[in-house]
């Protein structure tokens, strides 16, 4: 095995690098095989022929060599060696002991092979003069097409096929396989091989959706939650941004569009236009907001803001001062004293003071003193200090109305009820898309 395997690798290494010397004795004896050998019979079927489930065939035992594979749009830039093994033994010359490589002067006997799709593959034949086994390699270099399910877009998952056809009675079965592709390939695309009814190499991988959350469904997403967060604005400002986010969900489902059928991108794009229509129809419907009105009764105060000046502070905190005592009061009409000195006066008693102290005698016209006019007046308000007007009446009580403006019942419960079925649909999508990726 390890022998054989070795040989292997030497044949290929001579096949890449364009190694086809002989020596004198190797073509002596080739030219000696090949001078009665005819290329348009088949081999014996003594040593190649295989019998299965649906009959016998010439067996053509195939190793594959997988060396690139990389996706493009709708398309796969594949490249292969396909190595096929049978037994000719005609070509048996026991004299030799090394593999010989065929010149393009001899023409053994060849499967038919025909590759679809791609170009006639480089070949290179090879025989072991041992035991005559031969060895054809072919060198596949081809750019696939690629199809895939419309309705999965943009989750679908790619497949290409590569096709060899042989004979009727002749079949291929791989029997290794080995990729010797770079890793990031190797995780990217995968490849399966079936043999009946004729060999089909398969290549699988998934589309870039990556890029179409980026430039669908995280822009919808935000577009909904704005038009969410405008349910707390004025309606003329709702009615707006809601008319805006439609017109940008239409422009981003037509510009995206690939397909003339149905896909998985539509579904989404069309659930966000149903429910903006949803919220939108709400908006025109129902109230845009409930003012609630709370009315209470609050005494007046003298704000701050306004306050008087430091004067009037003064007048206003002896008008104060005397509005808690009841024994400061005006004097009556009726005992008002003459003008004195061309001048009216007027004297405001305490309550703790029956007659003036340190009080200087101010003569007036008819010799009466102020200080005489202050007692009288003091002496005849007491007697009117039982019913005596106030000077100021008690405030009046002012009645506040405080306006609070929030969402009415009916649109908040209209709204819980898109959010619900918006989260529904969400997680319904998600599960759907995740089965997408997961089933070829």
Same mark, same amino acid.
């Given at each position: 095995m390890i022998l054989s395997s070795a040989v292997v690798f030497l044949i290929v290494t001579s096949f890449f690098n364009g190694i086809y010397a002989l020596t004198p004795e190797e073509r002596g004896e080739l030219a000696r095989k090949f001078k009665y050998y005819h290329p348009s019979v088949r081999p014996r079927d003594k040593y190649n022929l295989i019998e299965t489930l649906n009959g016998t065939f010439f067996n053509l035992n195939t190793e594959i060599e997988l060396l690139q594979s990389r996706p493009l749009v709708k398309e796969i830039q594949l490249e292969l060696v396909m190595i096929i093994h049978y037994l000719d033994d005609r070509l048996i010359m026991r004299e030799l002991d090394d593999v010989l490589t065929i010149p393009s002067e001899f023409k053994p006997w060849i499967p038919i092979i025909s590759i679809f799709p791609g170009k006639d593959p480089q070949q290179s034949i090879h025989v072991d003069p041992k035991t005559g086994q031969m060895t054809v390699f072919y060198r596949i270099f081809s750019h696939l097409p690629c199809f895939a399910d419309s309705w999965k877009y943009p989750f679908e998952k790619y497949q290409c096929d590569l096709y060899f056809t042989t004979q009727q009675d002749e079949r291929i079965f791989?029997?290794?396989?080995?990729?010797?592709? #770079?890793?990031?390939? +190797?995780? *990217? %695309?995968?490849?399966?091989?079936?043999?009946?009814?004729?060999?089909?190499?398969?290549?699988?991988?998934?589309?870039?959706?990556?890029?179409?959350?980026?430039?669908?469904?995280? #822009?919808?997403?935000? +577009?909904? *939650? %704005?038009?969410?967060?405008?349910?707390?604005?004025?309606?003329?400002?709702?009615?707006?941004?809601?008319?805006?986010?439609?017109?940008?969900?239409?422009?981003?489902?037509?510009?995206?569009?690939?397909?003339?059928?149905?896909?998985?991108?539509?579904?989404?794009?069309?659930?966000?236009?149903?429910?903006?229509i949803a919220i939108l129809t709400i908006d025109l419907v129902l109230p845009s907001r409930r003012i609630i009105y709370t009315t209470f009764h609050t005494s007046s105060r003298i704000s701050p803001k306004y306050s008087p000046s430091p004067a009037r502070n003064r007048r206003k905190h002896s008008m104060d001062h005397s509005e808690q005592s009841p024994l400061m009061r005006y004097s009556p009409p009726s005992i008002r004293p003459k003008p004195i000195g061309g001048q009216n006066v007027y004297a405001y008693v305490n309550a703790a003071v029956s007659e003036p102290h340190n009080s200087a005698s101010i003569p007036g016209e008819d010799g009466q003193s102020i200080s005489d006019a202050l007692l009288i007046r003091s002496q005849t308000s007491r007697a009117y200090s039982s019913t005596p007007p106030p000077l100021h009446p008690p405030p009046p009580t002012i009645k506040r109305q405080l306006t609070e403006v929030t969402i009415g019942t009916k649109k908040r419960i209209a709204?819980?009820?898109?959010?619900?079925?918006?989260?529904?649909?969400?997680?319904?999508?998600?599960i759907l898309v995740f089965f997408v990726l997961s089933n070829p």
């Open positions: 791989v029997r290794r396989m080995r990729d010797l592709r #770079p890793d990031n390939q +190797i995780s *990217s %695309v995968g490849y399966q091989t079936e043999e009946w009814p004729y060999m089909v190499f398969h290549l699988f991988f998934n589309s870039h959706w990556h890029s179409s959350i980026v430039n669908v469904y995280l #822009p919808s997403i935000l +577009i909904f *939650s %704005v038009v969410i967060f405008a349910q707390w604005k004025r309606r003329k400002i709702q009615i707006i941004v809601c008319v805006a986010a439609l017109i940008s969900i239409i422009i981003m489902q037509a510009s995206q569009r690939k397909y003339d059928q149905i896909t998985m991108q539509d579904l989404w794009m069309t659930g966000i236009l149903l429910h903006l709204l819980s009820v898109i959010l619900v079925v918006y989260a529904i649909f969400f997680i319904s999508y998600c």
